[in-house]
């Protein structure tokens, strides 16, 4: 999952160690999970479906009983298809078969409030708002593919709530301390998907594992994903008394039904989600009724391609799109390098993380009384003036790394006892602090101060000991205060909260970046929204649980802020197409903050976000409700953008389901109708099209505005749009040429049609290559 923890709950980053769970407790390599893939479904009875599954497996294995027994899922609702455990040999037969479309071993993927919503301008003190105009996304329904829910959380309750809405079709799973009375008119649903996991790992013991085989979380991450999204009202929610106030979901009237795909394995302290477990929640929230579909989870680079079927969830959205689903999904936590973006598919909705205008200053006093403004999220007792030290010529094995964060436990117990301790890290994530943190409480010591590079996953040391973030800056003046006297000491205060002005809103140094690795002219992600220090309902089992609430950080927290929002717009206009949410997200983003100063990317170094970071800005809910025009896509497109990146026919059709035949010549990538134009490999000249659909004032006449990249030219034509009750979707051109000698690296700008009261804007990227990073010998 996506969300920023110590390894010990959840890890703080995308990197969930979980190759290795493969090796934890592995039965037989005689035998495992396959996913066969049959493409559409043939028949609309489901039970029809899943008998020809048994039947195709009874004349593989021999017998109906094997076949029963090797059965793991039978996927009949968005598609056609089953999951079973099968010898490489059998797999072969399979895949063979005329009937099958491809054959693929099962795999594992990782997981990648309050002022949330004040902040993008949803408060419910507000009567004329979005959140009001849509009755607080009532009837829409959100489902999460997650580590379950804590069913009891206040966020779930439905006071207020209307009747269950009658296009659901699901229902809620008994299983170990789940009952289906734990579901309510809030929680309409709660299924659980295991068989995958235990196929690969036979000897689990789910009498000894912590998690719990049901629906209900143990780890807290899919209770904190589902609160943010569709929480009810909480009132007067503290955490440790830092964030808090009347807690809600960004549609805190719209419906919850839980997926519960993921599995805490308590000899990793870490999370696996297995593909074939996951492919079945999605089948099963298609048949199911949900309108938004949010994934905080993903893959590693490098990525499968859109048509491979080992990416399940690119698989998995294709088909759920196609039913008018839309799917929101975190972009991943491996920032701020390029190219680590994740989920790129351009029928999913892919989200960045970005800050809140919230801090959490906390004062650090130095014996010649210089004051340092630190981050943390310290609720203790003042720590008054008390011996600091850094760990040099301590007398460790190793002198190199004796203020190494990461190697505070090399050195003698006696020299961090009794005192804070500085340390330095390259790292950036909150491992690095709460590792340190935990080598000085075992040795006897009273805090410890972070330097590291600027990054904002703050969370609260285990216990509430003492622990602070700094930059390497302000970390080398307390070095050198230290250097300059023989008892230098140290007094830490509490943290407190500040929110608003001065504070700017920034990208996330973790949130992953564009551009996209798979299809560079793809731009992702697509927008960004809040995902550092979300306050959220939790398991309370989780460790930081602070009456069932935490405070969590990452991508796996920005995306259910855009499944709110999404779920929202979609109770204010219910027969929009996927592709229209997002481009009215897009197209009316901010590209400065709240109060209009200019947005920061987090990293080394610090510079201006661009698209790469956060796609078309930071969301604006109340603007996204009336975009003015959309880019509109439906199924035919994203084939169209399939055929034109290049992919085969047969791996297409693999995608579909349905024959598919590219035109000859292929349509260019750079023409798919998507709210953003990225040129990754300008040489001389390229015209491209986008058509625009008005679904504003029927008579409107739009402009257009362009603030051309630096060196590149852009023409539109036409340069006037005019829409009428008969003219509703109007094409136009682009012209983009460059004026560079050299290659270069991508420059941005932006093309705006305005009508005076809309701003349609999307961002356009553009590289000129003159000379190509390959070419064909030929």
Not at 45 to 50: A, M, N, Q, R, S
Not at 284 to 309: C, W
Not at 483 to 500: A, N, Y
């Amino acid at each position: 999952m996506f969300g920023m923890r110590n390894c010990r709950s959840l890890l703080v980053f995308l990197v969930l160690c979980l190759v290795s769970v493969l090796n934890v407790v592995r039965g037989s390599d005689e035998s495992k999970v396959h996913i066969v893939y049959l493409g559409e479904k043939q028949h609309d009875d489901p039970e029809f479906v899943t008998e020809s599954h048994h039947q195709m497996l009874s004349s593989l294995l021999g017998s109906k009983a094997d076949a029963h027994d090797s059965m793991v899922y039978s996927y009949r609702h968005g598609f056609s298809g089953f999951a079973a455990k099968l010898t490489d040999s059998q797999a072969k037969k399979l895949a063979d078969s005329p009937e099958v479309v491809h054959v693929m071993a099962d795999s594992f993927y990782e997981l990648a409030t309050t002022r949330t919503w004040d902040y993008l301008g949803l408060s419910a003190a507000y009567p004329n708002n979005l959140l009001n105009d849509t009755n607080m996304g009532d009837q829409v329904i959100i489902g999460f593919i997650d580590t379950g829910v804590w069913p009891e959380s206040e966020s779930f309750n439905d006071n207020g709530v209307e009747p269950i809405p009658g296009h659901w079709k699901g229902g809620c799973e008994s299983g170990e301390k789940f009952i289906s009375t734990n579901c309510n008119r809030k929680l309409i649903g709660a299924k659980y998907f295991i068989n995958g996991f235990l196929a690969k790992n036979e000897g689990f013991n789910s009498t000894e594992s912590r998690d719990y085989i049901s629906a209900r979380d143990f780890i807290g991450h899919g209770t904190h994903t589902a609160s943010i999204a569709g929480g009810s009202f909480v009132p007067n929610i503290s955490y440790k008394g830092l964030a808090g106030g009347n807690l809600r979901g960004g549609a805190p009237r719209a419906r919850i039904a839980i997926y519960k795909a993921c599995w805490y394995v308590d000899q990793l302290g870490a999370v696996a989600c297995s593909s074939s477990d996951i492919l079945k929640a999605m089948d099963e929230s298609m048949h199911d009724g949900v309108n938004v579909l949010s994934l905080s989870l993903g893959a590693q680079i490098p990525l499968y391609p859109e048509t491979d079927l080992r990416d399940r969830i690119a698989t998995g959205a294709f088909h759920a799109v196609a039913k008018g689903i839309i799917v929101v999904c975190a972009g991943g936590n491996s920032g701020p390098a390029a190219q680590t973006v994740l989920n790129t598919a351009p029928w999913v909705l892919t989200v960045a993380a970005t800050t809140l205008d919230r801090s959490f200053p906390t004062h650090i006093t130095l014996g010649n009384r210089k004051v340092i403004l630190s981050q943390a999220l310290y609720t203790g007792q003042e720590l008054g003036f008390t011996s600091l030290v850094y760990p040099e010529n301590a007398g460790n094995t190793n002198e190199t790394y004796s203020g190494v964060c990461e190697y505070l436990d090399l050195n003698p117990n006696h020299i961090l006892a009794g005192k804070v301790v500085l340390c330095f890290t390259t790292n950036t994530l909150f491992t690095a602090v709460s590792k340190a943190a935990s080598y000085v409480k075992a040795a006897g010591g009273l805090g410890v101060i972070v330097a590291r590079n600027p990054g904002y996953n703050l969370s609260p040391c285990r216990d509430d000991f003492p622990c602070v973030a700094i930059d390497y800056e302000l970390g080398t003046d307390v070095l050198l205060y230290i250097r300059s006297t023989r008892s230098p000491v140290v007094k830490i205060q509490p943290s407190r909260t500040f929110v608003g002005q001065p504070v700017g809103t920034k990208v996330a140094t973790f949130s992953s970046r564009g551009p996209n690795s798979i299809s560079p002219a793809i731009l992702k992600p697509d927008i960004g929204a809040p995902g550092v220090s979300i306050l959220a309902a939790t398991s309370p089992d989780s460790n930081n649980s602070v009456g069932g609430f935490d405070i969590l950080a990452g991508t796996s927290m920005a995306a259910p802020v855009i499944a709110g929002v999404v779920a929202l717009l979609k109770a204010l206009h219910p027969n929009w197409s996927p592709a229209a949410f997002r481009s009215a997200i897009v197209t009316t983003a901010w590209r400065t903050d709240p109060f209009g100063e200019q947005i920061f990317a987090e990293g080394s170094s610090r510079k201006l976000a661009d698209p790469f970071d956060y796609g078309g800005g930071i969301v604006n809910p109340e603007k996204a409700a009336d975009p003015g025009l959309i880019y509109d896509m439906g199924t035919q497109d994203y084939i169209l953008y399939l055929c034109s990146a290049g992919y085969n026919d047969s791996s297409i059709s693999q995608l579909t389901g349905k024959v598919t035949a590219c035109s000859n010549p292929r349509p260019s990538v750079l023409d798919v109708n998507l709210p953003s134009i990225t040129i990754p490999n300008l040489k001389d000249e390229v015209t491209l099209t986008r058509t625009v659909t008005n679904v504003g004032l029927a008579d409107s006449v739009y402009k257009v505005v362009v603030e051309p990249p630096l060196g590149i030219r852009v023409a539109v034509t036409p340069e006037t749009l005019v829409f009428n009750t008969k003219k509703i979707s109007v094409p136009f051109t682009v012209r983009v040429s460059t004026t560079h000698k050299i290659n270069t690296g991508f420059y941005f700008g932006s093309l705006m049609w305005t009508d005076s009261m809309h701003n349609v804007t999307i961002p356009v990227s553009v590289r000129t290559q003159l000379l190509q990073n390959y070419y064909d010998e030929n």
